[in-house]
């Protein structure tokens, strides 16, 4: 319709060639306007800085199906047992590989790692999967039975924290880490990006192997992931060593330390601060009842003792809570702010960003509590 010449060939049609004046006169305005806009757009966009690359995205969980793939195609014994979401869960994908390779129980979470504690009995590395808040609260009498009864498990527990938004408080577990951590013989990992997961479940795998191999008993690993996309890294050619810590950014003003999908929020509040001349140590944590305090302890004695950490779960018994408990027992004086749930449930929303902002979790909160610590 912005086509002047168009709308009077239109109009012409219609009154067989004699357009009326008014009509036509319209038609021309049209066709000015558009060209005026045209012109205004083109030459904003020629003026716009060139866009900055686009970055690679994708579901944590879809590294933890390629690791479990790449270690079953090795040879390793690697078995999957679901419970009904395996495609949320992002599982399906080694289903698809490897369609001898899994049983699907149903909607029956603690049958499933039951289930996994048999197939370890029988020799096999099994990896169950589900809902975080179900895995935690059905699946944890079976998760401390199969480390009791030396028939360790791999999980992969997604969805957690307000990260399913639209099913409600029901569906989010908040307290994942508070309801496994103290399990003997349990590692809890909190991968931030899909090369993470992938190499830290490829290693979770490889040691089950290799502690069968030495007659070990071995430890349940259980991997809590997201749902939304996050950069498949953060740091380009990042490793990642079984443990450890990571230091995204040094300084030694103040130590910021996120995990998890809340990652992110710790490497833009480093970056707030920055700006405003402040030195923030950035650190991302995936072992969280196996404090890295080589790491995390060393960062926290640079910065006089200053640290932030920001959590999708309660305050309570969360990540923070595990690291200040650690230091305390290792002797290093600290100040420390946890941002995470305060004793709420969660609520129904569209993203779960929405719910981050409701409930304080955001770089800028971050960055606010972080100078609060500063003299």
């Not at 994908?93 to 369609?99: A, D, E, Q, Y």
């Not at 307290?175 to 990992?189: L, N, R």
Request: proline content about 4%; aromatic content about 8%.
């Amino acid at each position: 319709m912005a086509n002047g010449e168009k709308i009077v060939e239109f109009v012409n049609e219609i009154y067989s060639g004699l357009t009326p004046p008014e009509l036509a006169d319209w038609a021309k305005a049209l066709r000015v306007d558009w060209e005026q806009k045209e012109a205004a757009r083109k030459a904003k966009a020629a003026a716009a800085p060139a866009p900055a690359p686009s970055v690679k995205k994708d579901k944590i969980q879809a590294g933890l199906a390629k690791a479990a793939i790449k270690a079953a195609q090795e040879g390793l014994p690697v078995y999957s047992i679901s419970a009904d979401v395996q495609g949320s869960t992002g599982i399906s994908t080694f289903h698809k590989s490897l369609p001898d390779r899994f049983l699907e129980v149903g909607i029956a979470e603690a049958n499933m790692v039951s289930t996994g504690a048999g197939f370890a009995k029988a020799g096999f590395i099994p990896i169950v999967d589900t809902f975080g808040q179900f895995g935690v609260t059905k699946g944890n009498l079976p998760l401390t039975m199969a480390a009791l009864s030396q028939a360790p498990v791999i999980a992969m527990f997604s969805h957690v924290g307000f990260q399913d938004a639209a099913d409600g408080a029901s569906h989010q577990a908040t307290t994942y880490f508070a309801a496994v951590s103290a399990i003997p013989h349990t590692t809890v990992i909190s991968p931030s990006c899909a090369n993470e997961a992938e190499a830290l479940m490829y290693q979770a795998i490889k040691r089950q192997a290799d502690d069968r191999t030495r007659g070990k008993d071995g430890e349940s690993y259980i991997f809590f992931v997201g749902r939304e996309n996050y950069p498949v890294y953060w740091v380009e050619g990042a490793t990642y060593l079984w443990g450890k810590a990571q230091v995204l950014q040094e300084g030694n003003d103040v130590v910021l330390i996120g995990t998890g999908p809340l990652l992110g929020k710790a490497i833009e509040a480093g970056k707030k601060l920055a700006e405003q001349g402040i030195k923030a140590t950035v650190i991302n944590n995936p072992f969280i009842n196996k404090v890295d305090l080589d790491t995390i302890g060393g960062a926290a004695k640079a910065c006089s003792g200053r640290l932030v950490t920001i959590e999708d779960h309660q305050a309570v018994c969360g990540m923070g809570a595990q690291i200040s408990h650690a230091l305390s027992e290792a002797g290093i004086a600290h100040r420390i702010q946890t941002l995470g749930i305060r004793g709420e449930f969660g609520q129904s929303a569209y993203v779960a960003e929405h719910l981050y902002e409701h409930h304080g979790l955001t770089a800028a909160k971050m960055a606010d509590a972080a100078r609060a610590l500063l003299p």
